[in-house]
DNA sequence: TTTTAATATGAATAATCGTTCATTTTTTAA
DNA sequence: TTAAAAAATGAACGATTATTCATATTAAAA
């Protein structure tokens, strides 16, 4: 049954989100995961080929999730600024509100390329442009300076925000609250590239 | 002889910088390591007790490097923003002379909370800290708002630069200049926070 | 030169874990 | 109800690889 097929999946999903958050993609081991779905360790075969799989799922998923919501949260602003604004607020919320999905992206995301040759993330470059393409609106409007090159402004401020993410995911404690850091990040951005 | 020990052990290090950037920590071989070092498997384990200690170790020594040198670098000019700019060009400047370190610091680096519990990265804190008192020290001299917190600004300029030389580092080509990305990056963040 | 100490070697060890598959259990169809 | 198919199980396998250590080599001291 279809239906109950991807019932599972997601249960593994949600396991390996959990240990994969905490002892990081190689710690992890696949009897874990396993034990935390309540399943036995060849189930996973059933559902996955590899190890690497579980992950390159999750990855998709999660992406797939956090692009859906963030391209609703823009839609509901038509000022690039308050888009950027929401953009910081939203980004950062969901870290705080996901904290292992989060730190699986923050930390095994970026070594994906490492052990997965092939995987390109599309999502990700998608998530981005979510960024470049309120850039490149407020340029047309006028309201950004002509001298702003998109493909490194949507860098700048995503980095910025994924920073302060790293640290909230990392450190134990939050010393900022959401609120302040994405109002501080987004009026440094938006400051900094107005025309 | 204390000389020649150090020697090795940079040896060993400048191995292990090359091998952990082309393959990550977990699937480096630590005979690889040997053999590019060009000495014996177990000769290794005479200057390191761990695997996990070559990586700590090279961390320490690489940080090292780029703290007293970018120290150096702002200390030339004495101007906050000036310090700014020059912080941002130094920095990428660094990923693209020194790729493999930078892959390694990039990716390696995030995880490494994660196998190494107890490993505190006190010269990655004083590095973000240069940032922090460029953002005091132009706060007091009445250049940068008050508003600005020195805390999430720091951060919000460090990932920028980072996000710029992950996708450097990641991505085979070179899309952008340093020059370019650091006028840019440096511009966003200085016209964001001044008074 | 001879002795002693320090270094280096690399084959062997031992532990770990992803993956498989013969068997059992559950579900579906007849 | 019974037969066939699908899904699940978990013990066993086998491949991998960090680390050790008995032996060999090199350097220092006597």
Redesign the interface.
């Known amino acids: 049954m279809r239906h109950k097929n991807n019932e599972k999946s997601r249960k593994i999903i949600a396991a390996a989100t959990k240990i994969f958050a905490k002892?990081?993609f190689?710690?992890a081991k696949v009897s874990e995961i396993a034990q935390e779905a309540g399943i036995a360790d060849g189930t996973i075969y059933i559902y996955f080929k590899h190890k690497d799989d579980i992950l390159i799922a999750l990855f998709e998923e999660k992406m797939r999730e956090v692009l859906d919501n963030m391209k609703k949260q823009i839609s509901l602003e038509s000022d690039p600024f308050a888009k950027i604004e929401r953009f910081a607020y939203f980004h950062l919320k969901l870290i705080e509100d996901n904290k292992d999905m989060a730190e699986i992206i923050?930390?095994?995301l970026?070594?994906s390329?490492?052990?997965m040759k092939n995987y390109q993330n599309k999502k990700f470059a998608q998530y981005l442009d979510l960024i470049g393409d309120i850039i490149q609106e407020g340029k047309e409007k006028g309201l950004i300076s002509q001298?702003?090159?998109p493909?490194?402004?949507k860098?700048?401020?995503?980095?910025?925000?994924?920073?302060?993410s790293?640290?909230w995911v990392?450190s134990k404690r939050r010393?900022?609250d959401v609120e302040?850091?994405a109002r501080?990040?987004s009026?440094?951005?938006?400051?900094?590239?107005k025309n």
Chains 1, 2 share one sequence.
């Open positions: 002892k990081g190689y710690k923050q930390v095994e970026r070594q390329s490492k052990f001298d702003i090159i493909g490194i402004a860098r700048a401020f995503f980095g910025a925000l994924d920073e302060m790293r640290f990392l010393k900022y302040t850091a501080q990040i009026s440094y951005f938006i400051n900094g590239i």
